[in-house]
């Protein structure tokens, strides 16, 4: 538009824009966070007729400014302008000689990048970031929420439990002196792990055998069996059926397939 007016006896003009929300936003008069951008777009508008009297502008989508003489070279400009900066200050409209408003998005994207980047770094000093990373690598993400939205409050304290290695089991409480010994009452041949309770004690032998015939093989790998969701419900039904965490957590309810879209906290 600042070219326009600059030009000598127009009357009329053809504008070939190859973006339909650019031309819808021309004329439109609706807040947005850009619309700073169409206000002065529309003062150099009243500029050029100022300047040319009853002058006609007709604004065109043209897609990809196919066929439109002299676009291609504009558009190879536009492209310069980007990896070599923009014209020197004075030969721009008074407008876009200072420096434009920030974008509210755009600051608050760059922030929130900034911020994750920050999490994972100092979540990756954390000393369970090594326990944690077996099950996700995405932490701290949303991933994990996603997991466990579906699970009813005892079934998500009972995964989180397992997945940082805090479950009621004899070489956790061990440490805090509530279990006389870290050996698996069950079984008295390891200590009582989480690994060793989901994968290896043989107490459990007919519940794991139930648990991989229905789940398959992916059973038998504890980062899969902590962090897949098609493998919660049959993790949720060995934990059931072998009774080793009712007596802190009661009965363990099942995770059944109506319950995937819903969410119960009892």
């Not at 538009?1 to 008069?29: C, Y």
Request: one cysteine or more.
């Amino acid at each position: 538009m600042e070219l326009i007016r600059k030009e000598v006896n127009v009357r009329k003009t053809s504008i070939g824009i190859d973006n339909q929300s650019g031309i819808t936003a021309v004329i439109s008069i609706r807040p947005t966070p850009s619309h700073y951008i169409w206000d002065l777009f529309h003062n150099r508008i009243h500029a050029a007729i100022q300047k040319h009297i009853n002058l006609e502008i007709v604004i065109r989508w043209t897609p990809g400014h196919i066929g439109i003489e002299g676009n291609e070279a504009a558009d190879k400009e536009a492209k310069r302008a980007v990896q070599e900066g923009s014209s020197p200050d004075d030969q721009l409209p008074a407008a876009l000689q200072k420096r434009l408003p920030d974008s509210k998005s755009a600051a608050k994207q760059a922030f929130m990048t900034k911020l994750k980047k920050k999490a994972h770094k100092e979540w990756k000093k954390s000393t369970h970031y090594q326990k944690i990373n077996q099950f996700d690598d995405s932490m701290p993400s949303k991933k994990y929420l996603k997991l466990v939205k579906p699970l009813r409050r005892k079934q998500s304290s009972i995964l989180y439990q397992l997945r940082t290695g805090h479950a009621p089991l004899a070489k956790h409480l061990h440490r805090f002196h509530k279990a006389d010994s870290p050996q698996c009452p069950c079984c008295h041949q390891e200590e009582e792990t989480v690994h060793h309770y989901l994968i290896r004690c043989p107490a459990h032998r007919s519940a794991r055998n139930t648990m991989i015939r229905d789940a398959g093989m992916n059973a038998t790998k504890m980062n899969k069996l902590l962090s897949e969701k098609s493998l919660l419900p049959h993790l949720f039904q060995f934990i059931s059926t072998s009774g080793r965490l009712r007596s802190v957590f009661g009965n363990i309810p099942e995770l059944k397939a109506d319950d995937k879209n819903t969410h119960t906290s009892y």
